[in-house]
T-cell receptor, first 119, second 119 residues
Framework: GAGVSQSPSNKVTEKGKDVELRCDPI?????LYWYRQRLGQGLEFLIY????????KSGLPSDRFSAERTGESVSTLTIQRTQQEDSAVYLC?????????????????FGEGSRLTVL | AQTVTQSQPEMSVQEAETVTLSCTYD???????LFWYKQPPSRQMILVIR??????QNATENRFSVNFQKAAKSFSLKISDSQLGDTAMYFC????????????????FGKGTKLTVNP
């Protein structure tokens, strides 16, 4: 597709269940990001993938959170044993990546997010 | 670590008037980028404008311009001739240049300013 695609757009789950959120980046974008946005708050960095480099996981809030990415394609964010405080919109973004530098460096293209509600 | 501060949680402006959103940041870096992103009610984040720290000239994109004061670490966004479609959350963001050692394409966001344009 032309843009970053995320699924599901909305997810309601019970406390303690595991959830998987999917992100399909723009084709050719080497960099992929996950951010969390709690209601009325700014964006909280979770994890960043860049090509074949080791991901920057410094923003993951606990070991219940993990993310994978296959090559330069789809990424999955997994939250295990969900808690009510995990309720938020999870935003995925992709970018061309500095190694392909020039125009667009630093410009992130965002998906519409996955709204997670933990009951 | 870098921090981004937006001191105005909410602002409003009359259609066709001009409004300025404030942003300050804290960093010891010399090479970096600054951004303003817009998040309308549809949730999808869109890049509004970008400024490279090494450029003295303020960036301009149509009705949007910035006042970049590097020494003061200030990066305000001016919206001229405000339109109803400008109603959105506006986020200021910082990125250490990915083209230098230790750089990254991770964006650090402020908490946002909710702008309402009134008819």
């Amino acid at each position: 597709g032309a843009g970053v695609s995320q699924s599901p757009s909305n997810k309601v789950t019970e406390k303690g269940k595991d959830v998987e959120l999917r992100c399909d980046p723009i084709s050719g974008h080497t960099a992929l990001y996950w951010y969390r946005q709690r209601l009325g708050q700014g964006l909280e960095f979770l994890i960043y993938f860049q090509g074949n480099s080791a991901p920057d996981k410094s923003g993951l809030p606990s070991d219940r959170f993990s993310a994978e990415r296959t090559g330069e394609s789809v990424s999955t964010l997994t939250i295990q044993r969900t808690q009510q405080e995990d309720s938020a919109v999870y935003l995925c973004a992709s970018s061309r990546g500095a190694e392909r530098g020039g125009l667009g460096t630093g410009e992130l293209f965002f998906g519409e997010g996955s709204r997670l509600t933990v009951l | 670590a870098q921090t981004v501060t937006q001191s105005q949680p909410e602002m409003s402006v009359q259609e066709a008037e001009t409004v300025t959103l404030s942003c300050t940041y804290d960093t010891s870096e010399n090479n970096y980028y600054l951004f303003w992103y817009k998040q309308p009610p549809s949730r999808q984040m869109i890049l509004v404008i970008r400024q490279e720290a090494y450029k003295q000239q303020n960036a301009t994109e149509n009705r949007f311009s910035v006042n970049f004061q590097k020494a003061a670490k200030s990066f305000s966004l001016k919206i001229s001739d405000s339109q109803l479609g400008d109603t959105a959350m506006y986020f200021c963001a910082f990125m250490k240049s990915p083209l230098i050692q230790g750089g990254s394409e991770k964006l650090v966001f402020g908490k946002g300013t909710k702008l309402t344009v009134n008819p």
